[in-house]
């Protein structure tokens, strides 16, 4: 989505869709890999779907990290759903 709006541990608050690409280039150029999401919970209220996981990877250093992600998701016209609302600890 164009206005969609991730909120990273960082703090920051990146806006649209070339933001967000260019947040996650720098994780993966820093050898970010194995990215999984285990999901917690769902919940679904009109055209919005909210869904609380898990998420792990592999640091560059090959060390684990994780920690919990909350996402929104917009249902388009055609059934479809975007991502609205992205953030994680």
């Known amino acids: 989505m164009d206005d969609a ?3 990273p541990p960082t ?3 990146v806006e649209g869709p070339e933001g967000v ?4 280039d720098g994780l993966f150029q820093n050898g970010v ?3 999984q999401l285990e999901v917690i919970n769902v919940m679904e ?3 919005e779907i909210v869904a609380a996981s898990r998420w792990s990877a592999k640091g560059g250093d090959g060390s684990d990290i994780g920690g919990i992600a909350t996402h929104v998701f917009e249902r388009q016209n055609d059934g479809s759903l975007k ?3 992205h953030t994680f600890n």
Do not use: A
């Not at 690409?21 to 996650?24: A, I, K, T, Y």
């Open 11 to 13: 703090h920051d608050v």
């Open 21 to 24: 690409q260019s947040f996650f």
């Open 45 to 47: 209220g009109g055209d």
């Open 33 to 35: 890999t194995d990215h």
């Open 5 to 7: 709006i991730f909120l």
């Open 83 to 85: 991502l609205k609302l």
